[in-house]
């Protein structure tokens, strides 16, 4: 893995630790947060989870390709999600990163997913 791949896989690694830990911390938030974005209620007791360990192994360079991969699919999946929300003119509160991002969705999200998405593509080429 080059070095530019290996700073892509860690920061986007922290990203989603961050992402995961920070749904944990939201507490019952969360959930509330989650069905307001029109997402399965099956994901609130599990995405964070999934953030944590997707994160972990990118951090720790394990299981490449395949955390890159599953990490690329869930950018694109929140992307969707908050274009799909945006279209129809409505703007939940995120809460991609628990209560620190507690404001309505906007073009900023879809704009951040673009770097995350960027961070995957580059992690996955190393």
Do not use: D, Y
Request: aromatic content about 6%.
């Amino acid at each position: 893995m080059n070095t530019v791949s290996l700073i892509a896989s860690i920061v986007l690694g922290i990203t989603f630790v961050v992402a995961g830990g920070a749904k944990l911390a939201a507490g019952p938030a969360w959930p509330v947060h989650v069905a307001a974005l029109g997402a399965p209620a099956l994901t609130a007791p599990v995405l964070p989870w999934v953030e944590l360990s997707v994160g972990a192994a990118l951090i720790a360079q394990l299981f490449e390709p395949v955390a890159a991969i599953v990490a690329i699919a869930l950018i694109l999946t929140f992307t969707a999600l908050i274009a799909r929300r945006l279209s129809q003119g409505r703007r939940p509160v995120c809460a991609c990163f628990g209560a620190w991002s507690a404001k309505p969705i906007g073009r900023g999200h879809l704009v951040r997913n673009a770097v995350m998405l960027a961070l995957g593509v580059l992690a996955l080429l190393g």
